[in-house]
């Protein structure tokens, strides 16, 4: 016998963009974990000058909650995750030299090169899996985009002669504790142990007349040309 109905409402995450609900499923992802340089990057943090000056805590209570960080992502395109995998045993590969061989590939022909190429011609000549195979393929897997963005001090300041390491000053919204900051404090703190920025500056929104923020989704945007026809280019410069 049915002995009552009555609707609950409950918290379920949905899809920031579209709003839709979020399916979980268990699947083979690729980890870095952050447990293991923690230390050091709780001293980076506190070698850094932060504005405003809540900043500091505001990143140390991100890094000290933070979870190994899942760095792929099964994406159509993207920056790839350089592993190989043997054919006849499943093994995975990605050593000092194929990932030598990977960016050598890349920094002659940027990162499509290895949507181009079989994995026989872009691992060394003669690679051989240790059960004896030769035959291999390619990982398929994408990078978090905060992984390579939070490389980018490695991939900009110390690959031109005319900018120098660390950089004077980072500068982003407040979202950047979660992505561009983070991102680029642990991948400095893991390679170089220490912080990729002397200084950190949080800058404001641009919201709208109630203090919003603005979202083509949300249908509460103003168009730049709207504001520089009654204020000026000035004020959207400031």
């Known amino acids: 016998h049915l002995l009552g109905v009555q609707h609950i409402t409950h918290q379920y995450p949905h899809c920031w963009r579209c709003h839709n609900p979020i399916i979980f ?3 083979e992802q690729w980890f870095c974990s952050v447990d293991a340089f923690k230390e050091d990057v709780y001293k980076a943090i506190d070698s850094v000058s932060w504005f405003p000056g809540w900043g500091h805590d505001r990143m140390m209570g991100m890094v000290r909650d933070r979870k190994d960080w899942c760095i792929s992502r099964q994406r159509t395109w993207g920056v790839p995750i350089p592993a190989f995998y043997c054919k006849k045993c499943g093994k995975y590969h990605i050593t000092d030299e194929t990932i030598k061989a990977v960016s050598d590939l890349f920094r002659k022909e940027g990162s499509d090169a290895w949507f181009k190429y ?3 011609e872009i691992l060394p000549e003669g690679f051989t ?3 004896g195979s030769t035959e291999f393929e390619k990982d398929r897997d994408t990078m978090d985009v905060w992984f390579d963005s939070g490389s980018t001090h490695l991939a900009v ?3 031109r002669p005319e900018l120098s390491w660390p950089a004077d000053l ?3 919204g407040a979202d950047q504790y979660r992505g561009w900051f983070q991102s680029s404090l642990l991948t400095s703190v893991a390679t ?3 912080a990729p920025y002397r200084n950190v500056l949080t800058h404001g929104w641009v919201v709208d007349g109630e203090g919003k923020q603005m979202h083509k989704s949300a249908g ?3 168009e730049p040309e709207e ?3 009654d204020f000026g280019a000035d004020i959207v410069r400031l």
Do not use: D, F, P, Q
Request: negative net charge; glycine residues 8%; proline residues 0%.
């Open 157 to 159: 300041l110390e690959e």
């Open 25 to 27: 499923r268990a699947t």
């Open 220 to 222: 509460n945007g103003v």
């Open 227 to 229: 504001i520089i026809k």
């Open 170 to 172: 980072y500068m982003e």
């Open 118 to 120: 079989e994995a026989s």
């Open 192 to 194: 170089r142990g220490t």
């Open 129 to 131: 899996c240790e059960c």
